[in-house]
């Protein structure tokens, strides 16, 4: 049994540090986008349109990075292919 | 019960260091979104309805990504599928 | 008795570094938010009930992060799952 | 089944760092370029046109380096050609 | 008498480092927040009031998370559930 | 079957190493050069076809070490030598 | 004589790296504290009472955190619970 | 087999971070570079042939160095001077 | 005589790199101190009195942090409870 | 066969992480040369001689450091005195 | 005679790293204090010797932090009462 | 055969991690220098004699750090007197 | 011979990493000491006598930490009391 | 012969990380000097004579920093105590 403990606690550590490495680029990213977004909107109140709008996009894009490791981390946590291997081959046996 | 014990200890030393790790980037980013929303504030009151809803649209963005490891932290300690795949093998034995 | 040691062990370890790591993030950031608010309210004491609320709903979202690191110290130390189910099985055993 | 284990456990923990470590840099460099975009905006919102264009541009540059990241990871997970040499290796044995 | 050892040096290890750690980012964050209070205050001599009321609210807020890691640190070392458990049990052996 | 086992783990953990370093320093470089760009563009809105032209060449100048990494990366999955030396020699005894 | 050695090297390493890390933060927090305070000083004269007195209630706040680390490395050196219940039982044996 | 193994081994590691590594400062620099290049554009548009080909022979100059790495990368991949030695020592024999 | 040894080794260890992590943070802090003091002094010679004034309680607030360790490191090296505790032991026996 | 194995296993790796590393320096200072040259141009078009002239010297000596670190790489590849020492006295045996 | 041999070694490596890293801080401190006591004497000649006497006093408080690390160092080589316990044990012996 | 092995594998490793990292901080002091000669070229077009000559003095001075970590190199790899030492006391064996 | 052999090893260690480290602060303290003397000379020609003579005071107080260094790298080589010991011992045994 | 082997390849690990270390700092400081230097030497033309005296003086006092450490390392292979005490020891045997 041992194939299966080291694949489950792999997936663990894994899906655990990918989100938590992988939300610290998008929060300061996010962060800085937010922080200009606020002081372009206090120089110029005029173009909050154009402002709200660019803001979004970025957000939008900049946000798919931590997706990108949300889902990583959850398919290895509930569709892990190798996990599914090895349990399925075990219970076949 | 050796595999229940490795389960269990990565599990526990990966959910605390998921949201351990994962609350540094959002708590800076979030400070500086913050930050720049109270300087706007100061520097063009009249647009203060406008600045305060584009923070919390971004505050909550940022936020987002610190709720994904929270939500990693809590499904590795409350509902951990190869914990319970373990528990549930270890009980129909 | 060698799983509750090491289960006993990784929570304790864990759980001193989840909220040791977990607050440096939150006191960096409300340290930048509290002092934006009051080089803002120094520059514009006429809008210093707009600051304060804005600084108050920010603070209270940076520290929530800061709240997830402690409530999930708290699990490991006061509710642990793994804890309870390996010492209530030794228990009955 | 060593050798199986080692491949899927070095495929679990490749392709979890792989997508966090890469999405750190994608992640910063977008902040950057849309918080550029957003105080161009504010200063010359007549040029909001050339403005948007060159971002998204740019984004769609940065973005493909956290992309790399992403297809190397599922690659490693979904079509892992080590793995199916020796899972093909030890069925047909 | 093994188990009793590693819970002891554990705790003492991570009671000492959760403080030692958990003391970084409140006491950089108190010293930012009180040096923009210090250069407001020269700034707008007539605010005091109020920029000293804000800095108060501002301190026990970053102060609470160094309190965070006081407790926790206190907890691991005066009223450790898992030391009293493995105490109680040998001494009831 | 050792050989095999250590090359194909080598070539895992280095092919999504490589990409995922390389993807940090163009990441950085190419938002650094899209966010001047863009503020650029605002302060000289004449200048645009210039700009843009540079900019592009550029990009292509960063983009091309994230390149080279992608490749170093695709021939360790694909066309790894040491991966085909050892298997053509294993198949021909 | 195991127990002992290991949680006496145990305290010994603990307190000495717990108040060595936990006088980084406020020394670098109260150095800059005292540098707003001479530079507002210098700017405003006639606000030298308001500043003095901020200064000292800052300066308090930033020392607790580094008291808070000397006072865990001496409850580790001179009142180590721990220490105490292992050299209580050791000669009660 | 064994040092057949390990030099495979030592070749493929050593070949990824050697290009990996190398991007990062070609990167950063070429980033830093172009952005100049486009401010000064921006701000004297007559100089743009001066400045051009100064930009040019100066990537062309930065890239040397990521090429460099990259020269290394292939003939540690392709040409790799051990490994020919060693199996054609091996085939000999 | 293993018991002496080791504790030997730790205090010595421990008391050296207490006071040399020990001493960067006030250092620095104090670097900074007098620093903004001498460029003080320069733009209002008038407040001199206040300004040495204010420097000397400074600087003796950021030297306790040093002493604090300085303190530790020698009673870890001359009035050491453990040492003292296992020589005494060792005497007696 | 241990003592060749073993230096071309160093060779190879210090040969990579030679150039890596040595890499990173010259291109950052490159980059720095190249964008101050840049802005130099866009300053002083008049002084573009001198300027041209200058910053060719200086990449030379920048890139030079460069260059050590590709000898010393190369040499360890293709004319490495330890490898010839011990291939010659195998051969000779 | 391995008491001995481990208490020297641990001395002679502490003894080396405690003034190595004990002055860095200093050093860095007092190139601060050096370089704006400089400026400020540019700036303000008519204070020189505020200036002077202010900037030994602080010069004063920052040596005091390099030199509690060369005491240690120094009591670690000269009068180690750790090593003067064992060899005079030894020598009764 | 094996001091043969140490000695040559420390040579190697060391030869090539001297000149690479002894390369980052030349490299990097340099660029600055270049760099700023430039901007002061452009700034006093007329100074250039005494700017030109002061570079090159100051530049010969930091590539001579970069040389003694280039010679040392060098000694290392054809001049080592401690490989001289045993493969002449071998070979007179 | 195994107790001189450690000491050796330990003393060469240290005596080189002592200087190694303990020359980098020194060596930025002092480089920052020199060039705003050179600022402040080039702003204030007058002032050249003082400025002088308060930069050579302040480097030898920066040199003084680097002689600390130099003096115990030089101890541990030439004068080290723990190898004197124990090859008196040796030699008189 | 285990004694020798030690310790050259301490000796020769160290003396290339002492000089390879060693030179960071002082060629950043360095190109400190010189970079103010230069740009002293633009805006004050009139002052190059002290002002390149000064320079020269401080480039002496930091470059010392790095001949010590050359010193060490040239001490370390070509006068090393410890290798002649040994080797000294072994012929007389």
């Given at each position: 049994?041992?194939?299966?403990t080291l694949?489950?606690?792999?997936?663990?550590?894994?899906?655990?540090?990918?989100?938590?490495?992988g939300?610290?680029?998008?929060?300061?990213?996010?962060?800085?986008a937010?922080?200009?977004a606020?002081?372009?909107?206090?120089?110029?109140?005029?173009?909050?349109?154009?402002?709200?709008?660019?803001?979004?996009?970025?957000?939008?894009m900049?946000?798919?990075?931590a997706?990108?490791?949300?889902?990583?981390?959850?398919?290895?946590?509930?569709?892990?292919?190798?996990?599914n291997?090895?349990?399925?081959?075990l219970?076949?046996?």
């Open positions: 049994m041992d194939t299966l694949i489950a606690v792999a997936s663990i550590i894994t899906a655990g540090f990918t989100i938590a490495l939300s610290i680029g998008p929060a300061i990213g996010e962060g800085r937010v922080s200009t606020l002081s372009s909107l206090a120089q110029q109140p005029d173009a909050s349109a154009t402002i709200t709008r660019t803001l979004f996009v970025g957000l939008a900049i946000e798919s990075t997706i990108y490791c949300f889902v990583v981390s959850m398919i290895l946590i509930f569709a892990n292919p190798f996990w291997h090895v349990t399925s081959q219970a076949g046996k």
